[in-house]
């Protein structure tokens, strides 16, 4: 398989460029040589890359720039889709477009199903949202896939903020009313992978197995870490920030598990091992 990765410097990008060398040629593009809004070079990249799936995980991602900088993130995270599906379209092949729990607004007491109807709260959710429209509306091979909560190696995630503070502080206040699923993005890469091998078009929740809060996340990394910093919890309402987050995103993947043939592994497992290999 010839897979295409926009996005490729990217957190998840990065992950997916190595499960699916895998199984073949696996090429990644991303800024500044490639610009997914740029129509003609999405096109030309899709044209020369010959590829059998096109995957997008290029997104603007900064939820609190995207209050002041609505713009950029729609274009990105919604005129780059609709470019990009639309050209992996021309060229009839899939298209995998990689969203986000951010499309709810948390509103809801248990996990999300890939039915529920989104409404986000903030302009990073808004675009996200308005990227699935535009990949649905663009192809009918599209696996559109929500996830959460994402790290991996290399990026600027929750446990390496939490590394950072706890380097230099004794305690540390995280809030514990917001409730989410944390995500490998190995763990996420593995899962798309076995779900691109079939022809199951259609929208998916991808996220490691149970829940947790803010503050239990980071109990834990604390705890498999030795480290001897303390975790205090507080309400988000402490820290106000510019973009309102859902307080309850807590994703159910079991519709992308019948597909695959397996379940997601618990958050807590998934955790344990990127911190044992991150040191």
Request: include cysteine; glycine fraction near 8%.
């Amino acid at each position: 398989m010839r897979t295409l990765i926009f996005g490729g410097k990217g957190q998840l990008g990065r992950t997916l460029l190595e499960v699916f060398s895998t199984e073949g040629t696996a090429i990644g593009l991303d800024l500044p040589e490639l610009d997914i809004a740029n129509r003609y070079a999405v096109l030309s990249a899709i044209r020369q890359g010959a590829p059998d799936l096109v995957i997008n995980a290029a997104a603007y991602t900064d939820v609190e720039a995207a209050e002041s900088h609505p713009e950029a993130a729609f274009r990105a995270n919604d005129m780059g889709a609709r470019i990009v599906a639309e050209a992996a379209a021309m060229q009839g092949v899939p298209v995998v477009y990689i969203s986000t729990d951010y499309v709810f607004d948390g509103e809801k007491k248990t996990p999300y199903v890939p039915g529920d109807r989104p409404r986000p709260l903030n302009v990073y959710g808004k675009s996200k949202e308005a990227g699935e429209r535009a990949t649905r509306a663009a192809t009918s091979k599209h696996f559109i896939v929500r996830t959460a909560w994402m790290y991996g190696p290399g990026g600027n995630h929750f446990i390496e903020k939490i590394r950072r503070a706890a380097s230099v502080k004794s305690q540390l206040r995280v809030v514990e009313d917001e409730i989410g699923s944390p995500t490998s993005t190995h763990d996420l890469a593995l899962a798309l992978l076995a779900l691109c091998r079939t022809q199951a078009y259609g929208v998916y929740h991808a996220a490691n197995a149970g829940a947790c809060s803010r503050y239990e996340m980071a109990r834990e990394i604390v705890r498999l870490a030795k480290w001897k910093t303390k975790i205090i919890p507080c309400s988000s309402a402490e820290y106000p920030a510019a973009a309102q987050r859902p307080r309850y995103s807590v994703l159910d993947s079991s519709a992308l598990e019948r597909q695959i043939g397996r379940k997601m592994r618990p958050w807590q497992a998934a955790l344990k091992d990127y911190l044992g290999k991150e040191g």
